[in-house]
């Protein structure tokens, strides 16, 4: 999320390093050939790191490497910020904007987040609380529910979703099948990683046909949808924002169009972000 938010403000040449997961996203690349590999981002190579000589290190504010002291030790300056999360995309946004000298550029981008999040919340607010449609919402994983204080939850809650797992902890919750068939959701969506070869298509299918699942409003109603992280996270989840939105209250949302947003992105910030599925059906 930080490397495609420094490419869109047209800051990719500041950066030197990035790691696996970010090498394997063709999108960014091809944008910022440069940049060296660093390892894994739970456990970066820290001789490969000083050997590039950042002025900083950005690394997530949610989930801090598991070898943040040796960073530390080595006198690298970390800045935490987790560029993914709608709460917080705009002041990440900021931050990274005065951090590389693109104020303008940053202050851009976070108010049209802010512009499209306060749209959502003014279409969402006349709806009574009792209308919010109930949805569980999967993680990466099976039956991990995407619970309190999880991008998806926030998501969720801003987009006038019911989350059933909404009062459990941690954010990542295990659930088990039988759970799931009793809360009798009427909407179901999963978060699907971009390095997943599944197509979405075929993870709808065989989510509607597990077992016991064929009870399920959402799946008798075709109300399965699965969600690729490129859109649910990062810098372009205002746009899954309203994706949500639209799936929940089509009527309230009729008028806003996401995937005329996605491809708007894609022509103002990075391209390529616009040509693979995001979410199906």
């Given at each position: 999320?930080?490397?495609?938010?420094?490419?869109?403000?047209?800051?990719?040449?500041?950066?030197?390093?990035?790691?696996?997961?970010?090498?394997?996203?063709?999108?960014?690349?091809?944008?910022?050939?440069?940049?060296?590999?660093?390892?894994?981002?739970?456990?970066?190579?820290?001789?490969?790191?000083?050997?590039?000589?950042?002025?900083?290190?950005?690394?997530?504010?949610?989930?801090?490497?598991?070898?943040?002291?040796?960073?530390?030790?080595?006198?690298?300056?970390?800045?935490?910020?987790?560029?993914?999360?709608?709460?917080?995309?705009?002041?990440?946004?900021?931050?990274?904007?005065?951090?590389?000298?693109?104020?303008?550029?940053?202050?851009?981008?976070?108010?049209?987040?802010?512009?499209?999040i306060a749209e959502v919340a003014k279409r969402v607010k006349p709806i009574p609380a009792d209308k919010y449609p109930e949805v569980y919402f999967e993680g990466y994983t099976d039956y991990?529910?995407?619970?309190?204080?999880?991008?998806?939850?926030?998501?969720?809650?801003?987009?006038?979703?019911?989350?059933?797992?909404?009062?459990?902890?941690?954010?990542?919750?295990?659930?088990?099948?039988?759970?799931?068939?009793?809360?009798?959701?009427?909407?179901?969506?999963?978060?699907?990683?971009?390095?997943?070869?599944?197509?979405?298509?075929?993870?709808?299918?065989?989510?509607?046909?597990?077992?016991?699942?064929?009870?399920?409003?959402?799946?008798?109603?075709?109300?399965?949808?699965?969600?690729?992280?490129?859109?649910?996270?990062?810098?372009?989840?205002?746009?899954?924002?309203?994706?949500?939105?639209?799936?929940?209250?089509?009527?309230?949302?009729?008028?806003?169009?996401?995937?005329?947003?996605?491809?708007?992105?894609?022509?103002?910030?990075?391209?390529?972000?616009?040509?693979?599925?995001?979410?199906?059906?």
């Amino acid at each position: 999320g930080a490397a495609e938010m420094l490419i869109a403000f047209g800051a990719g040449d500041q950066i030197v390093g990035v790691t696996e997961s970010t090498r394997n996203v063709s999108y960014i690349m091809d944008k910022i050939p440069q940049a060296q590999n660093i390892g894994n981002w739970q456990t970066p190579n820290v001789e490969q790191i000083l050997a590039l000589h950042p002025d900083v290190v950005i690394s997530y504010s949610s989930y801090k490497p598991k070898n943040l002291d040796q960073l530390t030790a080595a006198n690298i300056t970390v800045i935490s910020l987790d560029c993914y999360r709608l709460a917080t995309l705009s002041s990440d946004a900021r931050a990274l904007g005065a951090l590389t000298g693109k104020t303008n550029e940053a202050e851009v981008y976070a108010r049209m987040v802010e512009d499209t999040i306060a749209e959502v919340a003014k279409r969402v607010k006349p709806i009574p609380a009792d209308k919010y449609p109930e949805v569980y919402f999967e993680g990466y994983t099976d039956y991990t529910a995407s619970a309190n204080g999880s991008g998806s939850g926030e998501m969720l809650t801003a987009s006038g979703g019911k989350n059933i797992a909404g009062d459990m902890v941690p954010a990542s919750a295990q659930v088990s099948p039988e759970w799931v068939v009793a809360k009798q959701p009427q909407y179901v969506m999963k978060a699907v990683s971009s390095s997943n070869m599944i197509p979405l298509k075929e993870i709808v299918q065989k989510m509607k046909a597990r077992p016991g699942w064929d009870t399920i409003p959402a799946v008798q109603q075709d109300r399965v949808y699965a969600f690729s992280n490129e859109i649910e996270y990062g810098p372009r989840a205002y746009i899954g924002l309203v994706w949500t939105a639209q799936l929940l209250h089509p009527d309230e949302f009729r008028d806003m169009h996401p995937r005329m947003m996605l491809n708007d992105y894609e022509q103002r910030y990075v391209s390529g972000t616009n040509k693979t599925t995001v979410i199906y059906p």
